[in-house]
């Protein structure tokens, strides 16, 4: 059986697969795309200039002032409209590589809060016991801490100690 039987990768996806499933390697793809893009639309503006110079320039016998100008007008046009769609493909080229490594690290954030409420759920269902508060039942005595219902001034007293 010779080896042109037998396909490369059992899935021609396969790479491809690889490749969506890591950020930096879609990135690097993407790039690989882009430049293809920049580069076409660079040879495109070169030629969009060459050929309105060519259009407008030719003139027929008779033309009134501006006839070149609109022959040329739907050739331009359909150049003009092309180059504004690979502009706008490769902003999408662009976005699509950082929305690619935000998804990744959304997915991450997810599982540091998923974890975060898994643990405060643990807590609120088990709470660790605590010692009990202290009775302030001594009438007599000042708390340290007063707070708000706690004398402003020394003529707040009231017939308890001054310092």
Request: charged content about 30%; aromatic content about 6%.
């Amino acid at each position: 059986m010779s080896t042109e039987d037998k396909p490369f990768f059992n899935d021609p996806n396969a790479a491809l697969r690889e490749i969506a499933q890591n950020p930096a390697a879609y990135a690097h793809y993407l790039a690989d795309f882009h430049r293809v893009v920049l580069d076409m639309a660079a040879k495109l503006e070169v030629l969009q200039r060459e050929t309105r110079v060519h259009c407008r320039g030719t003139r027929v016998e008779g033309d009134k002032m501006g006839q070149a100008f609109l022959r040329s007008f739907p050739v331009e046009k359909s150049l003009n409209d092309v180059i504004k769609h690979l502009k706008g493909v490769t902003s999408g080229l662009e976005k699509s590589a950082h929305k690619r490594h935000a998804h990744d690290e959304k997915v991450k954030e997810v599982k540091k809060q998923r974890k975060e409420k898994e643990l405060l759920k643990e807590r609120k269902n088990n709470p660790p016991l605590q010692a009990a508060p202290e009775n302030p039942g001594q009438q007599g005595a000042q708390s340290p801490d007063m707070g708000y219902g706690g004398p402003a001034s020394i003529y707040d007293l009231r017939g308890r100690e001054s310092a």
